[in-house]
């Protein structure tokens, strides 16, 4: 992975990163308000030799011992008299194991000044507890070097600074702790995006189908909320279609199974999907309607025997169909349907459904059909799913592959290998993937790789004129372009 797919993983899970990172802070700002406060104060002490003398050499020798004594003097401050002589003059209620722990004793480097760092409850406690621990080191160190009376050591400390009242707690660190608990939920939130990438096994990105399939991807199609229940058909027939999301995508599709082979173009090609539900039926009609607006003769059947759709798609009657032809009950010019003035489009509809659909697919007569029709047209077939049932699979051996239209965000890599298994076993050819319900906008956008923002046509005519597309539907009448900017995707119940 690059750093630009880090940045879409990223993107298109900052809500989640930024609860984490919520979440975190919060639990840092409640841990911070159940601790109690620490308040500490420092003093500090000088180390001084009693000879005091006034020349320069008597001054150094002194400097010299009280140098030497530093070290001492620290590991003093961390008796236990030195915190038995603080417990008996601040009467504390404490042993002086405990009380050395709240006491840190330190010297500034190069100097014979002792520190010393006290902390207690409260502003007050910490103070006093600094001072009377400067008072015990003196007391013990007199003991230890003079007689026991005050300043009677050779070498001894003298009490500096008081200690100062503490204007705030030393712990906890409120801001400090936020921030650490921010880092963290910020962490927790991109490893929770990352692993919910990695685990996530529904199809987005076009490389990753690539990847995973080895199958191209021929085409995106561009999701439309107010339009996906619709099954509608773009009318690619006018010489200024206009470029909208939908007719683009089209026209890119097109172009993509044009020069999908340029020695050997495919001459019937079956369009299914791994589940109903996937757009694949308006997919068939609109890349039919598409191929024939660019001069190509085209013929659409519908061998959907189980839930045929493209019928109600143009608005045919219905009746005699597929299943009539290969039942010899009817011929080709029978049930066929010319639904574009140019004549270029022929929809031959479903029929009658009959009990055993995979093997009426299956026959001999039907392969000789789709070989009949490939001679003077290009056949597009829309078929049933490839998951439940044989016939999108049988249908493929029979034509020159399929095209299999998957949705972004919804179809999952476990079932698209078992649709391309499929097509495998019955010795078909997948001609490519079509992802369908592409997102336009938004982080998914961007993740998705579809990316459509211009329209370069006018949008101030409001009637249907011969350079305007519309959409076309069962008894509907043409839309106004302004209808047809609400770009719908290609989605049906099927």
């Known amino acids: 992975m690059e750093l630009r797919d880090y940045l879409r993983i990223l993107r298109a899970h900052w809500l989640g990163i930024l609860l984490l990172t919520l979440l975190g802070v919060g639990v840092a700002a409640g841990w911070t308000a159940l601790q109690p406060r620490v308040y500490t104060a ?11 003398g006034s020349d320069v050499g008597s001054s150094l020798v002194g400097d010299q011992l009280a140098r030497s004594k530093v070290t001492s003097y620290i590991d003093i401050g961390s008796w236990r008299t030195v915190a038995e002589y603080a417990i008996d003059e601040l009467g504390l209620q404490t042993s002086p194991e405990s009380l050395v722990t709240k006491v840190d004793v330190s010297n500034p480097l190069d100097t014979v000044v002792i520190h010393v760092s006290a902390s207690a409850s409260s502003p007050e406690g910490a103070r006093d507890l600094a001072e009377a621990w400067i008072r015990g080191m003196v007391a013990e160190i007199d003991n230890i070097e003079g007689d026991g009376s005050s300043g009677s050591a050779a070498v001894s400390l003298i009490p500096g600074d008081s200690a100062r009242l503490p204007g705030g707690p030393s712990s906890p660190n409120v801001r400090l702790s936020l921030a650490l608990g921010g880092l963290v939920g910020l962490a927790l ?114 061998a959907d025997l189980r839930r045929p759709m493209v019928a109600s798609l143009f608005g045919l009657p219905e009746g005699a169909g597929l299943t009539d032809i290969l039942a010899g009950r009817a011929q080709i010019a029978d049930v066929r349907h010319t639904v574009d003035p140019s004549g270029n489009l022929v929809v031959i509809a479903a029929g009658r459904i009959p009990p055993n659909p995979s093997e009426v697919l299956g026959s001999n007569r039907m392969r000789d059909l789709i070989r009949s029709l490939g001679e003077s047209a290009l056949v597009i077939i829309d078929s049933p799913p490839l998951l439940p049932v044989t016939d999108a699979a049988i249908l493929a051996n029979l034509a020159d592959g399929a095209l299999i239209v998957v949705s972004a965000g919804k179809t999952t890599y476990d079932m698209l290998h078992k649709a391309t298994a499929n097509l495998e076993k019955a010795s078909a050819r997948a001609l490519g993937i079509v992802l369908n319900r592409v997102p336009k906008r938004g982080a998914q956008a961007m993740y998705y790789g579809y990316q459509y923002h211009g329209e370069y046509a006018s949008t101030e005519p409001a009637a249907v004129t011969p350079d305007e597309p519309a959409l076309v539907g069962p008894g509907q009448p043409a839309l106004r372009r302004s209808s047809l900017r609400r770009r719908g995707t290609l989605g049906d119940p099927a």
């Open 189 to 302: 939130g991109i490893g929770y995006a990352v692993i919910r990438h990695v685990l996530d096994r529904r199809v987005r990105d076009p490389r990753d189908i690539e990847r995973e399939t080895g199958v191209s991807v021929v085409g995106t199609l561009p999701l439309d909320k107010e339009l996906a229940a619709h099954r509608q058909i773009l009318d690619f027939t006018s010489a200024g279609a206009g470029p909208t999301a939908i007719a683009e995508a089209m026209r890119e599709l097109r172009t993509n199974l044009q020069f999908m082979d340029v020695d050997n173009p495919p001459r019937a090609i079956v369009v299914t999907s791994p589940l109903p539900g996937d757009g694949k039926s308006t997919l068939a009609g609109n890349l039919a309607v598409s191929l024939a607006a660019a001069g190509q003769k085209v013929i659409l059947v519908d």
């Open 42 to 52: 420092s003093s500090s002490g000088y180390v001084s030799s009693g000879g005091g």
